[in-house]
């Protein structure tokens, strides 16, 4: 809600003399709060009704957070703008605790995401990870009731919510990669509406655009959903653009990493390039090796 809040408050004052009006839904990936996406049909959960409001023309336009869009668009639905980047950075959070270093031998560690599992298993391995589900206030409550020693949440959404104080360490990048598209927010329209086009055309910001295309064009290739741990993070100086990307078993014993540096305008060249030189670690193997630890732990 906070992001169509944002959104609408941007178009007003772009357009003053238009009426945007938010039609609140709530969706299947907000009402299944007691597995993980990845057991329940992953990222497309957050979007399905807001793209069946879309097609019946109740809404024009959705918003979402980038990083729960699929990576192919069902036909007939495109992404119009791409918003400037919140902090893109893993947060600690706990009521105890300063770091994840700091957390004693079978501390249990909330988080919903197989990529934070994966890269905090790899280097905590005597801590404790379980799922995390439900809104930002439900995740902070459980943590607040003591059901975790410490929970894993995006940066962004804290900061949005106005919650900045609940962080009690951000988690370097080179420790805790984030995934493809996390901290930015994304426009998705009916690709027949022009007309949205042009009028969106000018809360696109153009780096954003850039680093989040290059790293979705890497979780693309690996089928990127929530069901592997996959990682991909892009970077633009002046131009340049730095993209670290990594695929890894969901216990974090298996990995494989890889980092690029090209120019911004020739993003999902270098997603691709990264693609090859994971590839290259045996990065299919890897991913093979997540569907059978998926399967134990299912059965």
Known sequence: MWQAENVRARLQALYPQCEVQILGMTTRGDQILDRALSKVGGKGLFVKELEVAMEEGRADLAVHSLKDVPMDLPEGFSLAAVLEREDPRDAFVSTQFNSLAELPHGAIVGTSSLRRQALISARFPHLVIKPLRGNLDTRLRKLDEGEYAAIILAAAGLKRLGL????????????????????????????????????????????????????????????????????????????????????????????????????????????????????AQNAEAILAECKVQEDVSTS
Request: net charge negative; glycine share 8%; aromatic share 2%.
């Open 164 to 279: 900045p104080e609940r962080i009690k360490a951000f988690l370097d990048p080179v420790e805790s990669l984030p995934a493809a598209g996390q901290g930015a927010m994304a426009i998705e329209i009916r690709s027949d509406r022009q007309d949205l086009q042009e009028i969106l055309a000018p809360l696109n910001h153009l780096e954003t655009s850039q680093a989040v295309n290059a790293e979705r064009t890497v979780s693309k290739a690996f089928g990127g959903s929530c069901q592997i741990p996959l990682a991909a993070f892009a970077e633009i100086n002046a131009g340049a653009m730095r993209l670290r990307a990594m695929v890894a078993t969901p216990d974090g014993l298996k990995s494989a990493k890889a980092e690029l540096q090209g120019q911004a305008v020739d993003g999902n060249k270098l997603g691709l390039q990264i693609v090859d030189a994971l590839r």
